[in-house]
């Protein structure tokens, strides 16, 4: 309300914010602290709504909702919205992956092309660039270089070949955009703390690629239970990975239950032998009748005991 202003005198200071009010209605809102206030001012924002984007998960990112200010929709946007269509993003997917990564959308044109005709160049299909990049967002913002630095680091410590080391990176690709610490911290723990050799390690990995990002207390106590208390060797371990990609409270759960039992075999020169694959990835209910011979109940009123 405009009428609310002291005439001033031209000699007497006004603040800042009283001068911004006197001069003109703001088209913005001022210092605004969500981009929603934003929208009904600017076109483009309002285009990014419409194709599906969450400004208020976008303006959690650092910058990002500057970003999107500073851009013009049919000038700077539509032509990256056309290179991720290219790329094998679908149409309905746009506003959820600019929602997880609006800084691609400030990225040179040319620069995100340089990368995809990199990973081309490395022999990746076009539906495994597609499937990357919707799963890592964040990809195409790497260098070149960096890309190249990371497959060769795959490869080298993992001692894979070319074709396994691609087949690793499609699998879970955030091993080319997250930190190398963690992964480096997770082969030395596998190495030294769990006792694994290499060549085992190399085949745990290549089979459950999550292990590398696993947190190293959850890989440290997995590994305890399955090894010391359920005497599980390393290379049975090595066969069947993706025991530890399981939850603990599981593993034991199920593993006690057996005990309880007399049926807790887990050596395949035995004929009442159970595989780690049939401990943990079965549902409740077949592991109870298939594998512990019990009903659900029974495994139900086991759990209360515990």
């Not at 997250?178 to 723990?189: H, I």
């Not at 596998?190 to 290499?198: A, D, H």
């Not at 594998?291 to 659900?296: H, L, Q, V």
């Amino acid at each position: 309300d405009w009428d609310d202003i002291p005439p001033s005198s031209a000699l007497e200071e006004i603040s800042e914010e009283e001068a911004v009010q006197i001069i003109a209605e703001p088209l913005l809102p001022l210092r605004s602290t969500t981009l929603r206030d934003y929208v009904d001012h600017s076109e483009t924002l309002a285009k990014l709504v419409h194709l599906g984007v969450d400004l208020s998960q976008v303006e959690k990112h650092q910058k990002a909702g500057q970003l999107l200010l500073t851009l013009d929709f049919e000038k700077d946007i539509k032509k990256i919205l056309l290179f991720l269509k290219d790329v094998g993003i679908k149409d309905n997917q746009l506003g959820p992956f600019l929602t997880k990564n609006p800084y691609i959308l400030g990225e040179d044109l040319e620069a995100l092309e340089t990368r995809v005709a990199y990973l081309k160049s490395k022999k990746f299909g076009n539906s495994e660039i597609a499937q990357m990049v919707s799963r890592a967002p964040y990809l195409l913002l790497f260098s070149v270089e960096r890309l190249d630095n990371r497959l060769g680091f795959f490869k080298k410590e993992l001692g894979l070949s070319v074709k396994k080391t691609k087949d690793l990176v499609i699998r879970l690709p955030r091993l080319l955009t997250g930190k190398l610490e963690p992964v480096k911290e997770n082969l030395q723990v596998c190495q030294i703390e769990l006792g694994f050799q290499r060549n085992e390690i190399q085949q745990i990995v290549y089979k459950t690629p999550k292990i590398l990002t696993a947190s190293k207390k959850r890989l440290k106590e997995t590994f305890d239970y399955l090894h010391n208390i359920m005497g599980i060797p390393h290379h049975m371990l090595t066969r069947f990975p993706q025991v530890f990609n399981s939850k603990l409270l599981r593993i034991r759960e199920r593993h006690m239950f057996l005990a309880f039992l007399g049926r807790a075999q887990y050596d395949p020169a035995q004929p009442s032998y159970i595989s780690l694959d049939q401990l943990v990835s079965l549902p409740n209910e077949v592991f109870c009748t298939e594998i512990a011979k019990a009903s659900i109940q029974d495994f139900e009123n086991f759990l209360k005991t515990l």
